[in-house]
């Protein structure tokens, strides 16, 4: 199975700072990389597919770029509505696997 | 609106079975992959298993294979799990998932969840 490692675990930032969370994979996926949001008792949301698409209704300070093994996820300016865990999922091949999750925090 | 939504978690014993389904409605049921995916306490997320648009294919996580048991009934626009000889571990937010058509055989990008529903396997 590929392995994701994501980081930080955890982070804490202040509203309008910049945030990054990084993720690897064990292997070269090219662009087979999506990032979903998950708040607690929440269904989980995705909001960037395949590196760097946004999905349709997601705001735009959230992106993503990378390829291959390295990939990153940005929220140029956070929201207090952004608190929550972030975590990146790789599917380029079975099974798809995700990374353990970067938990924001205001 | 898309919408999916899970049932039947519940409390049981290491060894015991339970069967989850999930009720879908807003979209084109039958043309689309579904998945489980579980979160055990405390942890992230782990897929568990996938079914093809007709029922045709089923995928499993390893950790499940020979235990679990997908499957859909298009007639109904649902999809259901079989848990059988639970152990402790298996204790997790179970949530289904539709995969986004992307025109490949399958995607695997989950692209709407549900709320889940909790199982605990606990004696």
């Known amino acids: 199975d590929i392995q994701m490692t994501q980081s930080p675990p955890s982070l804490s930032a202040s509203v309008g700072d910049r945030v990054i969370i990084t993720c690897q994979a064990s292997v070269d996926i090219t662009k087979y990389l999506n990032w979903y949001q998950h708040k607690p008792g929440k269904a989980p949301k995705l909001l960037i597919y395949e590196t760097s698409n946004l999905e349709t209704g997601v705001p735009s300070r959230f992106s993503g770029s990378g390829y291959g093994t390295d990939f990153s996820f940005t929220i140029t300016s956070l929201k207090p509505d952004d608190v929550a865990t972030y975590y990146c999922?790789?599917?380029?091949?079975?099974?798809?696997?995700f990374g353990g999750g970067t938990k924001v925090e205001i | 609106e898309v919408q999916v939504a899970e049932s039947g978690g519940g409390l049981v014993q290491p060894g015991e079975s339970l069967r989850l389904s999930c009720a879908a409605s807003g979209f084109t049921f039958s043309s689309f992959w579904m998945s489980w995916v579980r979160q055990a306490p405390g942890k992230g997320l782990e897929w568990v298993a996938n079914?093809?648009?007709?029922?045709?294919?089923?995928n499993y996580v390893g950790s499940v294979k020979g235990r679990f048991t997908i499957s859909r009934d298009n007639a109904k626009n649902s999809v259901y799990l079989q848990l059988n000889s639970l152990r402790a571990e298996d204790t997790a937010v179970y949530y289904c998932?539709?995969?986004?058509?992307?025109?490949?055989?399958?995607?695997?990008?989950?692209?709407?969840w549900g709320q889940g529903t909790l199982v605990t396997v606990s004696s």
């Open positions: 079914i093809r648009r007709d029922g045709g294919e089923k």
């Open positions: 999922q790789q599917n380029d091949n079975l099974p798809p696997t």
């Open positions: 998932a539709r995969e986004r058509d992307t025109g490949t055989y399958y995607s695997q990008i989950f692209d709407f």
